[in-house]
């Protein structure tokens, strides 16, 4: 979370100078070449790694990854980190309301009822009908549906396929998608840019790993938790790199959110703990 925080607050400073596609294509050409290398070096090889036992499900997890960076860089041009990811930290408790269809996972009643109060504080920062709502911030809010139906296939597809073959579709489509709508577009970088691009695709895939990892071995409900790190850290960064401090509504409706996602995280945790001590 630290990493894609760090990441955010860099696509924040070179957004407004560059294209959305040509920032994506920097970053995914730097995630396969990380990719290849990890494959390469594993057991099953590079070209093995490429073969999915579920294509059709890994190429639209791809896609559906490179979309919500796209949505989260234009949402990062024009709304404040804090803004766009207290909204954003809604996609946990997405993850919960998906896993029981998608995965089979069980959700009880309080943990619907921690979803839906997790939604209202997303309306709290949103003010629909009270002539303040910005609607840029409808941005992160589809980002966020994105990211918790992309973690969502991400856990699916670990079920039959390896951390390799993951990574390297990712990187892979990424590229393509990137390649093109960024080529046509492209503007060449000055050293200074270079170095901040270069900067977003090396914590881009840090964070990437780092999360296909964790996902292929704790249920998606399970790590929920360590997602709202992020928001301290963007509000942090925010603060110390862009002087924008939350308002009050934003810190109102974030701390919503972020209580229904734990309380539903420790609903989850008791569950869990009940089913493990019964013969």
């Known amino acids: 979370m630290l990493c894609f925080a760090s990441m955010d607050a860099a696509t924040k400073l070179i957004t407004l100078h560059y294209g959305v596609a040509q920032i994506l294509l920097v970053r995914y050409v730097v995630f396969l070449v990380f990719a290849m290398a990890l494959a390469r070096r594993s057991r099953t090889g590079l070209a ?7 294509p059709w499900l890994q190429g639209a997890r791809a896609v559906l990854a490179v979309a919500e960076n796209g949505t989260f860089v234009i949402a990062f041009r024009y709304l404040p980190l804090a803004d766009t990811h207290a909204v954003a930290a809604s996609s946990p408790l997405i993850v919960v309301a998906l ?3 998608l995965l089979g996972e069980r959700v009880g009643l309080d943990r619907w009822a921690a979803v839906v109060a997790g939604f209202l504080g997303v309306l709290v920062i949103l003010r629909p009908g009270f002539g303040a709502m910005d609607p ?16 969502i296939f991400l856990r699916l597809c670990s079920r039959s396929d390896s951390n390799e073959t993951t990574l390297l579709w990712s990187a892979g489509v990424g590229v393509v998608l990137a390649a093109v709508f960024g080529v046509p577009q492209w503007i060449p970088p000055d050293a200074s840019a270079w170095a901040l691009l270069l900067l977003i695709a090396l914590l881009g895939t840090l964070g990437h790993v780092a999360l296909t990892v964790a996902l292929a071995v704790a249920e998606a409900a399970a790590i929920q938790p360590y997602s709202y790190t992020l928001l301290l850290w963007v509000s942090t960064l925010g603060v110390l790199l862009f002087g924008a401090v ?17 309380f539903a ?15």
């Open 265 to 279: 995280w420790w609903r989850e945790r008791l569950a869990t703990r009940r089913i493990g001590t019964l013969p």
């Open 136 to 151: 840029w911030l409808l941005l992160p809010l589809a980002g966020a549906a994105q990211w918790g139906l992309y973690q």
């Open 99 to 101: 896993s029981a269809p």
């Open 48 to 54: 093995r790694s490429w073969k999915s036992r579920r």
């Open 246 to 262: 939350p308002d009050l509504w934003t810190i109102v409706g974030g701390a919503v959110v972020v209580a229904s996602g734990l």
